[in-house]
């Protein structure tokens, strides 16, 4: 990440606060029409964000207290409480939102410095130290309120997440999976993010080229756009995995 960990609880707080803000224009209605993730209403989207706040809160006492706690019971449990939260009415939606991020917010103001670099694993099993489970709970809240479709947009990230995201998003595409060699250019701040494999060689292939502005590049490769304002030098864009 380019940015300061430390400043990571601060830019929850105002994440969280637009999002509390859209989520109470919401009526009965409106929180059950689509979102835009497949299958999901804006209830789920709501509650998915809501939980999300439960299950790195527990990653946080983890770290806290030394003793493995998972984020949730089982996936299957995950995705029945998302389920089964989803058709409240629209304020109890927004309440229990509200609860969940200052539940997370009042144990992260607990662990101590040393806490902070305790290894704790999320539900895939990948281990981190606990200052990442805060950037993890950043880019739920960030691109999540994207997918309520309820008018925020990729445009209205804020400029530092847009960055971090590229820098994290980068990585993982590169560690985790096996993509096609990308070279991605933001022509916003200049910088540029390599994924895929390394080239060998002085024969090797170019990297496909592809730049645009930071968001636009954030929304593509987190499915949160179709990459139709990206310039690739008439190659096309490069098919991904899935985030």
């Known amino acids: 990440m380019h940015s300061d960990p430390g400043d990571l609880p601060e830019r929850i707080g105002q994440a969280t606060g637009r999002l509390l803000a859209t989520a109470a224009t919401l009526s009965d209605t409106q929180a059950r029409e689509p979102s835009l993730l497949p299958g999901w209403s804006r209830g789920h989207v709501l509650t998915h964000i809501a939980r999300n706040a439960d299950g790195l809160r527990n990653l946080l006492t983890w770290a806290r207290t030394g003793v493995p706690t998972p984020m949730y019971a089982s996936r299957q449990a995950r995705a029945e409480a998302i389920d089964a ?20 917010r009042a144990e992260a103001e607990s662990l101590s410095d040393g806490a902070w670099q305790v290894t704790v694993s999320g539900i895939d099993g990948a281990g981190h130290p606990a200052w990442f489970v805060l950037w993890r709970r950043l880019s ?6 994207v997918d309520l479709d309820a008018g925020y947009r990729p445009c209205d990230w804020p400029d530092q997440f847009v960055t971090d995201c590229l820098d994290v998003t980068a990585d993982v595409f590169t560690e985790a999976r096996p993509v ?5 250019s933001d022509t916003g701040t200049g910088r540029s993010y390599q994924i895929g494999p390394a080239g060998v060689g002085s024969d090797a292939e170019p990297p496909a080229g592809v730049a645009g502005p930071g968001y636009e590049l954030v929304a593509w490769l987190t499915g949160r756009g179709t990459g139709a304002q990206l310039s690739t030098a008439g190659r096309g864009l490069p098919a991904l995995p899935a985030w």
């Open 140 to 145: 739920e809240v960030e691109i999540h309120h």
């Open 180 to 184: 096609p060699r990308v070279l991605l």
């Open 85 to 104: 939260g989803s058709g409240r009415p629209a304020s109890e939606l927004a309440a229990d939102l509200r609860a969940g991020a200052e539940a997370f």
